[in-house]
């Protein structure tokens, strides 16, 4: 039977002690929401041309709008994740505080170079973020935003998802963590579109 979010914390703590284990439980819990996410993206917006042709025949403007805000979530969830430490005094729930709360030399060596590999992998997502979503940057909104952010590919999003869930699990593994096993959502995307596509045919 799996464990419970609470018997997980504690298990995290045990292992790890207080600080580490609590914030690496937390951080864990952040990935695996925004990789559900992403993957309920791709289901109904990456499937190929038939699965959009099929969406914009049931309510285009509807998805339209969905897609945009899944995108967007995505841009500014990973950005949160890589956001340093602390800001204007504030302290963020983010990769970047690992590496302070790691004392064995290699293990910390390690986080740290891992910790660079997630923040320069979603570095696409800040420019968005920090030029089209969280702000409103005059230029990049009068040359029209398409032109002049980074053109973002699925494989981006993925790569950026397999170092965040990299460097948690490399930690887990060194005290002594089961690896994550996703399960998947019998009520989610997947669902709605076997509904969609029967009520079409």
Not at 43 to 50: K, Q, S, V
Not at 141 to 162: D, I, M, T
């Amino acid at each position: 039977m799996p464990l419970t979010d609470d018997e997980l914390r504690t298990e995290y703590v045990g292992k790890m002690g207080s600080d580490l284990g609590q914030l690496c439980h937390e951080l864990r819990n952040e990935v695996n929401w925004l990789r559900h996410k992403w993957a309920e993206f791709q289901e109904l917006f990456d499937r190929g041309a038939e699965r959009i042709e099929l969406l914009n025949t049931v309510a285009s403007n509807f998805f339209y709008l969905l897609q945009s805000l899944f995108f967007e979530d995505a841009m500014l969830h990973m950005c949160r994740l890589s956001d340093p430490p602390e800001v204007s005094g504030h302290a963020n729930l983010t990769m970047m505080r690992l590496p302070g709360l790691i004392s064995d030399p290699a293990l910390k060596a390690h986080v740290e170079a891992a910790a660079q590999q997630v923040r320069a992998s979603s570095g696409f997502a800040r420019e968005w973020r920090n030029k089209w979503l969280a702000h409103a940057d005059l230029a990049t909104h009068r040359s029209g935003h398409a032109s002049s952010l980074p053109k973002v590919e699925g494989q981006n999003v993925l790569e950026a998802l397999e170092a965040l869930h990299d460097l948690l699990n490399s930690i887990e593994r060194h005290y002594g963590i089961p690896p994550y096993g996703r399960i998947a959502d019998p009520w989610g995307a997947k669902a709605l579109m076997n509904y969609l596509v029967r009520a079409a045919g």
